[in-house]
Structure formats: C-alpha cells, structure tokens
C-alpha cells in the first residue's frame, strides 16, 4: 500500500494490524532509523531481544529468499510476537519479500529500511501495490516539518519555544532528522531538569549559547561567506570545519538552501517588490540578525544566476554520491566557483 503523506505520522505512530510488512525508505537516512525504530518497537520494545528481533542481511536474503518467511513464521521460545528487521535494503530484498506477501504465514512483523528508491524499483512497487504492506517514504526535513520536531522535542522535555529561537533552529538545523533531533536534545539538556530550571521557555540565547560552536553555525559562517564572495573567510572556514569532521553534504545543503531563499527572494523583486518586501513575504521570515546582510547580498545576485548556482550545489552534491572522488574538494571547489560569480 502506498501511504499518502498525511498518514504517514498516525502509521509510524500506530501501525494498521493490515500491514506484515513495513518498507521505509528514502534520501534522509535519520529520518528511516527513526521510524522503523518506532514501529518495530510497536511490537518489540527492547530491540535488542534475540528471542524476539531477528536481523536479517539483505544479501543473504537474495540467495535465500525463504529465510524470510521462515523467520516470520518462527515462533519465539519465550512467547511474543517477533519482528524480522533487514536494513540497508534495494533490489536484492526483492524476491524474498515478493515470496512472504504472496503467501505470509505467521504473525512477525518484517520492517525493510533501504536508502532512497526509485519509482522503478521493484522492491518500492511490490510494497506500494500489496495490500498486506505498506511504503512508506522518508524524505529530508522542510520548514515545516523541521518546526514540527523543534516543537515535538520541546514538550517531550516539558519546554516552549519563542519565535526567534524557533526561526533560529530552523534555519540552521539542516536536513537530516537524526542530527536535528540530536542538536534538540542537546538543547534540552543544556536547559536542565525541568524540576530545577528557572524557566521553560527556550530564548534565542539559550540556543545561541548551546549551539555557539556547533557545526550548524560553522556551516552557517560557510554558506555567509560563499553567497557574499568573502573568499578569505571562505576558505579558513572551510579548512577550519572540515578538519573537524564537517559533512561536506551538509554544507552543500544548507548552501543550497540559502539559495533557494534568495532566488525565491529575487523572483519577487522581478515582479516589482522591493528588497524588504520580497524577504517579507519569505517563510520562515528572515532573520533579523540575518536581515541586513541577506539583503546586501540580494543586490549582488540576479535569478538567473542563483539558478546557476542552484544547479552548482546539486551536482556538487551528485558528485559527492557517484564519484568517489574526496568529498571535501568537491565542496570547496563548488563553494568557491559561487563565491567567485559573488565577487564578480
């Protein structure tokens, strides 16, 4: 069964007893741990029971597509119902899968994580097609749904959050919804138990103050100085954050993101709004710490060259995944053609 969007949460959350099967997948790889990890626990709430979770390699399954329904059908020695896990999954889970939804047996849970799946894909269009299973697609955080977890995480430690730092987090947590919820946390932690702290309202100093040399503002500091030219910062930046083990990916991203926003920016200004109108009508609204240096840096682009741009930082980032080249240069090398046009 292809899940739409809008029944993804309530699925994750409270999975139909219809579904014996579970393929999650898609580009953000947090987000596929994260709710296989709540679904299977559904079922099993210490995943690390042997009697109960079995771990399944999708390679062995490609030569013996029976162990599926095997380990479905087994029934644990301590009583309970078993869930049968196989991570890092593609076309070699295929026929395994096809064998154990055409004719299941037994009352296993099977929960399938693989990485992002084509429309083509036949292990993608076996899931989506079954009535018994459900696809289930994760793909990389937007503003909204990155509000949605900044919120989620706050009432889980019995916080609330003001609209700067909201903005704030938004803007810098990236994409991956593993090292978002982690950054939240960090967060919380920093705030201290809710017995004890003097307030339970998160300001954009407290995650100044939590987040001040996290790779978030480093990646920040990076994306400033490529959409301004500043070749100078750019690169003791860049040399500074990779040396500490910053994802080029995730400078790329967020790189292409803040050109998404000045492109969308500029494309109001051709229609006739001005600079402050046109980053007025931005969502989330930029922010005011951001808003002056945003708008000089409007005056040094035009549309046609932030599509450029665009296209510059999506096969950097296509390069970094196919190549095998370092990663790193790649990056800096696409860092530094944008900031070159800047400059020009």
Known sequence: MKLSYRDIDAQVKNLSPQYQAVLIYGPDEGLVRERATKIAKQVVEDLQDPF?????????LKKEPGQLADEVAAISMMGGRRVIRVEGAAENATKAAESFLTNPVGDGLVVITAGNLRPTSGLRKLFEKAKNAAALPCYEDNQASLDALIHEVM?????????DAAAFLQMN??????????????????MGPQETRESDMVTLDDVSACVGDSGALSIDTITNATISGD???LDDTLFKAFNRGENAIAVLRSLSRKIG??????GYMDQGFSADQAMGKLIPKVFAMEARRFKSDLGKWTTGRLSSAMAITSGAEQDCK???????????RACLRIANAAKQ
């Open 173 to 190: 947590l990236g994409n991956d919804r593993l090292v978002s919820r982690s950054e939240l946390n960090k967060l919380s932690i920093y």
């Open 261 to 266: 926003r000045m492109h969308l920016a500029r």
């Open 322 to 332: 196919t190549t095998g080249m370092p990663v790193e240069a790649i990056c800096a």
């Open 52 to 60: 109960l979770v079995a771990n399944l390699d999708p390679d062995t």
């Open 155 to 163: 009432r889980e430690n019995g916080l609330t959050i003001d609209q």
């Open 231 to 233: 070749l100078k910062r």
